[in-house]
C-alpha cells in the first residue's frame, strides 16, 4: 500500500507505506512514513542525503528539514544537486505508538527488568529535558522547557517530598509538550510484546525499499559520489 500526500511545497511530498516483508516476519505492524524533495536533484551526480528522524513527528512543522530552504541541509542540497530524504523515528513508526507512563502495577514474575523500566522512563524525562534546554527547537523550550524549571521544581519542597516533585516534574514535561496528565502505563511485558510484534528493525535493503519509491528512484550504492548512511543497534528487538 502507497499513498501521497503533496504538502505546501510543490517540490515535496510525504509517504506512507506498509511495511515490507523482513527477516521472515509478517506484513503488519505501524505504517512507516518518509518524505522526500527532489527539487535540487542532479542525476548525473546521484547525491542522497538522509536525515533518520528522532523521537518527533514529520508532519508539520516536523517536515521543515526537507522543505525550510533555509535549513543547512537543504541548503547543502542546493549547493551539491541532492535529492533530500526524511524517515520518520527512525523508521519505526509514529512516536505515539510507544508512550511513556507509570501507573501500571511491577510484574513480580519479571521484577528485575519491570523495576529497571520503571527507572528508565523518568529518566527519559529528564534526559529530554537536558538534551534540548535551551535550544528553542520547538514551542515548548521556546517557552521554558528546560533544565532551569526542573530544578526549580526539584528544589521546591512546598511541593512535597522527592517523589512528589519528579511527578511534577513529569505532568509539566507532559502538559508543556501539548498532552494531557493522566495515568501513566508502566506495564514491561506491555511494551515487551509490543515491540516483538510491531516493530521491524533498519536494515540497508529496507532503506533503498523506501528510496526505490522516490521520484526519481535512486539508489546511492551505484551512484557516482556515495553517502554514507549511519546505522544504529537494534535496540528495539529484545531476547
Not at 43 to 68: C, H, R, Y
Not at 174 to 192: F, I, Q, R
Not at 198 to 215: D, E, F
Request: one cysteine or more; glycine letters at 8%; aromatic letters at 12%.
Amino acid at each position: 500500500m502507497l499513498s501521497y500526500l503533496v504538502l505546501a511545497l510543490a517540490f515535496t511530498a510525504v509517504v506512507t507505506i506498509s511495511p515490507p516483508i523482513l527477516f521472515g516476519r509478517p506484513r503488519g505492524g505501524f505504517l512507516k512514513r518518509y518524505q522526500y524533495n527532489h527539487k535540487f536533484y542532479n542525476a548525473s551526480t546521484g547525491i542522497v542525503f538522509l536525515m533518520i528522524g528522532g523521537e518527533g513527528s514529520i508532519s508539520p512543522p516536523g517536515d521543515k528539514w526537507v522543505k525550510d530552504e533555509s535549513i543547512t541541509m537543504m541548503q547543502w542540497a542546493q549547493k551539491y544537486g541532492a535529492a533530500a530524504f526524511q524517515l520518520e523515528h527512525r523508521f519505526y513508526g509514529p512516536k505515539e505508538n510507544a508512550p511513556l507512563s507509570l501507573c501500571d502495577d511491577f510484574d513480580e514474575n519479571n521484577l528485575t527488568k519491570s523495576k529497571q523500566f520503571f527507572f528508565s522512563n523518568i529518566i527519559s524525562y529528564f534526559q529530554d529535558i537536558n538534551q534540548y534546554s535551551g535550544d528553542n527547537r520547538n514551542a515548548a523550550t521556546r517557552n521554558g522547557l528546560g533544565i532551569p524549571k526542573a530544578c526549580e521544581i526539584m528544589t521546591n519542597s512546598s511541593l512535597g517530598d522527592e517523589m512528589d516533585r519528579v511527578k511534577q516534574v513529569l505532568d509539566w514535561y507532559t502538559v508543556t509538550n501539548g498532552g494531557k496528565v493522566g495515568c501513566y502505563d508502566n506495564s514491561y511485558g506491555k511494551y515487551l510484546k509490543n515491540t516483538r510484534t510491531r516493530l521491524i528493525p533498519i536494515s540497508m535493503t529496507s532503506l533503498r525499499y523506501v528510496v526505490g519509491y522516490g521520484k526519481p528512484a535512486l539508489n546511492w550504492a551505484i551512484s557516482k559520489q556515495r553517502i554514507t548512511v549511519p546505522t544504529e543497534s537494534l535496540e528495539a528487538q529484545y531476547q
